[in-house]
Every structure is written in structure tokens, then in C-alpha cells.
């Protein structure tokens, strides 16, 4: 979505567009996996556990820390990531909200 299209809707409908986009890539939910079940900043261990190479991992990193729900420091030659806590839990409000804000029982009968 063009930047010019993407400020004719809310703040809060954007940041759910941004978690979903960067949600959108069975990789990047590997990593989150990863991340999440270790509950520690991972450097290298990364490449060895998917089967992607380096750069291709590198770009999926790069998507994710972006969307804010990873966090990176340079450890010497190489960065180690971990979740972004914080931004975890506004990813997660966000979604929750979005799915939650389909009522059933006032839905009509619809398809």
C-alpha cells in the first residue's frame, strides 16, 4: 500500500496491517517460534535451525524488527535478536481486538 493510501486509515488499523504483513511469511512465524520458545537473545543459532540460507534469514529478520516485534543488539561481528516485549503485547492487543470485534451472535445469516 502506497504511503499516500495508507494515511486515509487509523493509526490502529495500520499497526494491525503492519503485525499481519510482517506475520505473513511462514519463515518469519519459524523464527518467532524459535525466539519465543527459547526466551533469550539468539545469534547465529538461527541459520542453523531453519533451512534457509543466511541472507534470506537476514531478510526475514529484517521484516520483523521492523514491525517492531523483534529487537536486535550487535554483539561483536553479529547481531543477536529476541522478542520485543512490549511490541509483542501491542501486536497482540491489536489482533486480539480485530477478532474480537466480530460479534456471531449479531451476525446476520450470512454465506
Not at 539468539?42 to 543466511?54: N, R
Not at 511490541?87 to 486480539?96: D, F, I
Request: glycine residues 4%; positive net charge; hydrophobic residues 35%.
Amino acid at each position: 500500500m502506497g504511503a499516500a493510501k495508507s494515511t486515509e486509515f487509523s493509526i490502529k488499523d495500520n499497526s494491525i496491517a503492519k503485525y499481519a504483513k510482517a506475520l505473513s511469511h511462514p519463515a518469519r512465524i519459524a523464527i518467532l517460534k524459535l525466539l519465543t520458545k527459547r526466551q533469550a537473545c539468539i545469534c547465529g543459532d538461527i541459520v542453523e535451525e531453519l533451512p534457509l540460507s543466511q541472507s534470506t534469514i537476514s531478510q526475514h529478520l529484517k521484516e520483523l524488527k521492523a514491525a517492531g516485534l523483534i529487537k536486535g543488539e550487535i554483539e561483536g561481528a553479529r547481531v543477536c535478536y529476541c522478542i520485543d516485549e512490549k511490541q509483542w503485547k501491542k501486536a497482540q492487543t491489536a489482533l486480539n481486538d480485530l477478532f474480537e470485534s466480530y460479534n456471531k451472535t449479531n451476525s446476520s445469516n450470512c454465506c
